[in-house]
């Protein structure tokens, strides 16, 4: 079967501008997360979406970054008022239940110049 | 707070031989799981093996095992017959199932990687 998709797999920004990230998940699978990965930080996590609980968004690093997931399927990261220090490459990932193995998409590269 | 460490930022290993990399995790849980990751040039994070905190028999999946040491909070990975296809970052990550715990839930906790090299 498909495998978590994301789209698109490079973008570039220019500071300032807000952009859209989405990730399709594995069907059926219920929880969603995504994460940043940058040189300076390595992996963090950002945002957890399981079913149509709350999503935990502890992760988060600052209010220009949002996360919905519509019908418990896809999910957009949206990013406002892009700054350069945002570059990075997102990574989400889905799993059938909380706490078990999660299934990474091929990420999303974003520069931000 | 749980943290991971993976002290070797690099290693390399000539094809066929056997090559461990180290990890050692920090957490208050009784319950959780382990993982090893692998991260080719692609970028695509692969699944290569987990451990869940309760079972004391090592995890192996084909080439992979690890040396899960519960009491001394480590968990390393054994390659064997290392093929140039490892080549690759290898990411230790930690997780604890849901539960009522409160905070995170069930998000990857991620050491800084390892960049294996296999040479042929």
């Known amino acids: 079967g498909a495998g978590v998709s994301q789209s698109p797999s490079n973008k570039v920004t220019e500071k300032g501008k807000d952009v859209e990230l989405r990730c399709d998940p594995i069907?059926?699978?219920?929880?969603l997360y995504w994460y940043r990965q940058s040189l300076g930080q390595g992996l963090e996590f950002l945002i957890y979406?399981?079913?149509?609980?709350?999503?935990?968004k502890s992760g988060l690093p600052s209010d220009r970054f949002s996360a919905e997931r519509t019908g418990g399927s896809v999910s957009t990261l949206t990013i406002q008022r892009t700054q350069q220090e945002d570059s990075a490459v997102y990574l989400c990932?889905?799993?059938?239940?909380?706490?078990?193995?999660?299934?990474f998409g091929p990420g999303t590269r974003l520069t931000v110049l | 707070a749980q943290t991971v460490t993976q002290s070797q930022p690099e290693m390399s290993v000539q094809e066929a031989e056997t090559v461990t990399l180290s990890c050692t995790y920090d957490?208050?849980?009784?319950?959780?799981?382990l993982f090893w990751y692998k991260q080719p040039p692609s970028r695509q994070m692969i699944l290569v093996i987990r451990?869940?905190?309760?079972?004391?028999q090592n995890a192996t999946e084909n080439r992979f095992s690890v040396n899960f040491q519960k009491a001394a909070k480590s968990f390393s990975l054994k390659i064997s017959d290392s093929q140039l296809g490892d080549t690759a970052m290898y990411f230790c990550?930690?997780?604890?199932?849901?539960?009522?715990?409160?905070?995170?839930?069930?998000?990857?906790?991620f050491g800084k990687g390892t960049k294996l090299s296999v040479k042929p």
């Open positions: 451990q869940e905190a309760y079972k004391q």
């Open positions: 990550a930690s997780t604890r199932p849901r539960g009522n715990y409160g905070g995170s839930q069930g998000n990857l906790i």
């Open positions: 957490t208050s849980e009784n319950n959780y799981y």
């Open positions: 069907s059926g699978h219920t929880a």
């Open positions: 990932a889905s799993s059938p239940r909380t706490g078990g193995e999660q299934f």
């Open positions: 979406f399981q079913g149509n609980s709350a999503p935990d």
